[in-house]
């Protein structure tokens, strides 16, 4: 399994874009980058998925370089409601696959101040 | 229209108890989870089903046991209840391949189920 590096927290301010990067140095060719979102008492909530160069959505924007080690989930102008765990998953498909997609980190808890 | 829902929200009781957490998924998913999140905060699988077949069971007392009715339904029960027991539940659900079939499964959960062992 792909393990999975990320800060453990990061503070920021309303409107400001929020980087958050995730470390995954053995992550297998047939594995997909995905990040969930947690607030407290819910349950996580998927933002986004990629495999490599970019994707974007209507939530966010994931940047994956060439290599594939690495991954950074960019929150645009973010405000207090963004306030959460951002949890970053290596892996493939879970039934029959490398089930890294299971596993959630510890996830980087992100503030948002005013 | 909850996609994945679970019941009860909250469940205290005493040890030694035999208690219940239903988990039903209306997104037609072929997949179902359990996820035990502790005070720490940490999330971890327990449970997986797969067309009401058992294909994941990670280390968990076995006073744990997993139910699988039908594709749409995933309950956990457990069996004498211990203080190391209380944590919030959660139930998910997951098509292969994510939302379009393609990439990596995604996971839909439900609310929780916040459990309170005295």
């Known amino acids: 399994l792909a393990k999975t590096t990320q800060p453990v927290s990061m503070d920021s301010y309303e409107g400001q874009e929020v980087n958050i990067t995730c470390s995954h140095n053995?992550?297998?060719?047939?594995?997909?980058i995905t990040w969930y979102q947690q607030f407290p008492s819910q349950g996580p909530r998927f933002i986004i998925q990629?495999?490599?160069t970019k994707v974007t959505n209507e939530v966010a924007s994931l940047f994956i370089p060439a290599d594939r080690k690495s991954s950074t989930l960019s929150l645009p102008r973010v405000s207090l409601s963004d306030t959460a765990v951002y949890y970053c998953?290596?892996?493939?498909?879970?039934?029959?696959?490398?089930?890294?997609?299971?596993?959630f980190g510890k996830g980087t808890k992100l503030s948002v101040k005013p | 229209d909850t996609a994945v829902s679970q019941t009860p929200k909250y469940l205290v009781t005493q040890m030694g108890n035999d208690k219940s957490i239903k988990c039903e998924q209306n997104?037609?998913?072929?997949?179902m989870y359990w996820y035990k999140q502790d005070s720490k905060k940490f999330l971890k699988i327990m449970f997986s089903?797969?067309?009401?077949?058992?294909?994941i069971n990670e280390t968990v007392p076995n006073r744990f046991s997993p139910k699988s009715p039908d594709k749409a339904h995933l309950n956990l029960h457990i069996n004498s209840l211990e203080l190391g027991d209380s944590a919030v539940y959660f139930c998910?659900?997951?098509?292969?391949?994510?939302?379009?079939?393609?990439?990596?499964?995604?996971?839909?959960f439900g609310p929780g189920t916040r459990l309170t062992v005295l």
């Open positions: 089903y797969n067309n009401k077949e058992l294909i």
């Open positions: 998910a659900s997951s098509h292969p391949g994510g939302r379009n079939r393609m990439g990596a499964d995604t996971q839909y």
């Open positions: 053995n992550i297998a060719t047939n594995d997909y």
């Open positions: 998953l290596v892996g493939g498909m879970n039934y029959g696959g490398s089930q890294g997609n299971l596993i």
């Open positions: 990629g495999y490599k």
């Open positions: 997104l037609g998913h072929d997949t």
